[in-house]
DNA sequence: TTGAAAGCGCTAACAT
DNA sequence: ATGTTAGCGCTTTCAA
């Protein structure tokens, strides 16, 4: 069943029902109308290769997933993935580990499969406009944006929270309760990622409150795996450390670090509190219930899809979107035990 | 940057290059290390488009993921997309809620995508022949088998467990403990879906065992919703029914389970016990950790890919894979306390 | 407003 | 062992 198929059918050319397929204004309404007829009676459906052959575009949108076990990202991409759909557009989803480099697998996949655009779901916040070249499509960076490269504003948008600032709060609402003392839970801080963001709003905060930086509370973790959270919160346990608090990067660290106290003899809240960003909804039947400063997970992602697609169809310019996260207080923060 | 520029390049003609590209026998060993060469130096990348076209046939094998909150099919669905690119092939990723049909959504993508071939998911077991006739490609079906529709065995294939089994044991263990007043949290029974057969093998365990079973502590909840599984059983203990255990047939709804049971005032393991079918990497970080029977998680995913390729291929015939659940120990079984 | 025809880049006969 | 060439199904000039 193919174009010629269903000219025949209605006794019209091929390029007339081609025109009828893509909306082209000089059709006759009555011919325009058999055409739709014969191709709902026929079962017609276009043939995408062909026609990316010929105008050689695809309907394809890469999205780029950096961290592997991240769950977070995996609701991001459940509404990434909806939304393309919905917009009549085709998915094509990469996921790679946090160690490699997203720049050079989106620029592989472009020229593999034709992109139009790409979504970065989590990445580095230090492109260069020199390691960009390679990618010549419109992109959207989710969760980040690039903070430390040397990008030009309107050479990309992205759809991100305030790393900095949002860990900045969280320490505000650990220093409210009391704590002075804080650990932070975060992988590698110079990979030039989330983390240093958040590391830096980290430190920031506690300056601002007066508090030393204290290097023996940094807990620095491969990856986002939970097993290297856990070891290290046990590892910061034994060195006989004092903390009263322990802001954890992610949702998943929280929880691994809340298994190491646990594990350890310590009891949440009561001897330690925990905070962190991301907002799980797992996180939300811990126990304690994970108190943490939850991003707007769905929003973000269609936005970011939003906004592609703008670019993509040229209705659209390159914005930076910059998100409020949402306290959930949950029970795993409380004032410290007087000393 | 075309095969014609490339045959252009290194004084061949474009079949010699199509042929040194598919892996065609009649090349000359120096004639073919030169048309890789030049294909390297040039930077060539084949237009997958004009290859879909001419040989009538895409790259794309569709990936159906049933129940969009469900982190172990998320962890499935990684395993799939790395092993599918691995091979060559591309995955067209469609996940849909657990209320949708699969097939129908299998036999839509299929038409516009090309598909080469599909693997489910999840989903329900009771297919039969005549719904099935709309998906014309091979098919695999990952975490579940047609235990109860009317497929011959040599039309599909499978990779799963066995579900009313695992369920079994997992009472087992449960009784073994000592348990005799086990509740079971599941989704709709009535959905033909992994939690009937789950509750069958529950239902089966308590008989064998000489316990009579208790409709009252039957828990009942839509879909993997974690909010209703944690009123679902604020319900059953509200409802004053006794129960030292629960039997979850997953790893998501014993989360919520535990917490529900810790928010009444009960300890688990101490007041209740909780046991799970999945094996999440997450469930081994709450607290307690999670007792519960681990799904082969990668191993399956990756046998399905496999499989369907090789059916792709026409290497392969129509399989039906039993994989073996691994208990973990973890901490939330222990003897229910004396009466 | 419609139709005829030229390719898009590639594979696979068919020739040589 | 290698080259020539006819399409695959579609969009898009260009003519009518």
């Known amino acids: 069943m193919t174009i010629k198929d269903v000219a025949a059918y209605c006794g019209v050319s091929v390029s007339t029902v081609s025109r009828v397929l893509n909306d082209h204004p000089d059709v006759k309404d009555d011919v325009r109308a058999r055409v739709l007829a014969a191709v709902r009676e026929c079962g017609y459906v276009p043939n995408n290769s062909a026609r990316a052959l010929v105008s050689s575009r695809s309907t394809a949108i890469g999205v780029v997933s950096r961290g592997l076990d991240n769950p977070f990202l995996s609701s991001l991409i459940r509404v990434v993935s909806r939304r393309i759909h919905e917009l009549g557009y085709t998915m094509v989803l990469h996921q790679i580990p946090t160690q490699a480099d997203e720049?050079?697998?989106?620029?592989?996949?472009?020229?593999?499969?034709?992109?139009?655009?790409?979504?970065?779901?989590?990445?580095?916040?230090?492109?260069?406009?020199?390691?960009?070249?390679?990618?010549?499509?419109?992109?959207?960076?989710?969760t980040y944006t690039n903070t430390f490269g040397d990008l030009s504003q309107d050479a990309y948008s992205s759809?991100?929270?305030?790393?900095?600032?949002?860990?900045?709060?969280?320490?505000?609402?650990?220093?409210?309760?009391?704590?002075?003392?804080?650990?932070?839970?975060?992988?590698?801080?110079?990979?030039?990622?989330?983390?240093?963001?958040?590391?830096?709003?980290?430190?920031?905060?506690?300056?601002?409150?007066?508090?030393?930086?204290?290097?023996?509370?940094?807990?620095?973790?491969?990856?986002?795996?939970?097993?290297?959270?856990?070891?290290?919160?046990?590892?910061?346990?034994?060195?006989?450390?004092?903390?009263?608090?322990?802001?954890?990067?992610?949702?998943?660290?929280?929880?691994?670090a809340i298994k190491a106290l646990t594990d350890r003899g310590r009891s949440v809240p009561a001897d330690c509190s925990v905070i962190a960003i991301d907002g799980l909804d797992i996180s939300a039947y811990t126990v304690p219930t994970l108190t943490t400063?939850?991003?707007?997970?769905?929003?973000?992602?269609?936005?970011?899809?939003?906004?592609?697609?703008?670019?993509?169809?040229?209705?659209?310019?390159?914005?930076?979107?910059?998100?409020?996260?949402?306290?959930?207080?949950?029970?795993?923060?409380?004032?410290?035990?007087?000393?």
Chains 1, 2 share one sequence.
């Open 103 to 142: 720049v050079q697998a989106a620029a592989l996949l472009q020229r593999e499969k034709k992109l139009l655009g790409v979504i970065f779901l989590g990445g580095r916040f230090n492109y260069t406009e020199a390691e960009l070249r390679q990618l010549t499509v419109p992109f959207v960076c989710c």
């Open 293 to 339: 400063l939850c991003q707007p997970a769905e929003e973000m992602a269609s936005q970011s899809v939003q906004m592609l697609i703008g670019l993509i169809e040229g209705t659209g310019s390159h914005r930076h979107l910059l998100m409020e996260t949402a306290l959930r207080q949950g029970g795993s923060v409380a004032r410290p035990a007087a000393t």
């Open 159 to 256: 759809v991100s929270i305030h790393d900095q600032r949002e860990a900045h709060k969280a320490v505000d609402h650990l220093v409210a309760h009391g704590h002075r003392r804080i650990a932070v839970l975060l992988d590698d801080p110079a990979d030039s990622s989330i983390g240093q963001l958040r590391f830096q709003g980290y430190r920031q905060a506690l300056e601002e409150h007066g508090i030393d930086y204290d290097p023996a509370l940094t807990v620095v973790t491969a990856g986002y795996a939970m097993q290297a959270a856990y070891e290290g919160v046990c590892r910061l346990i034994d060195s006989g450390a004092a903390f009263t608090a322990i802001l954890a990067i992610s949702d998943t660290l929280a929880i691994a």
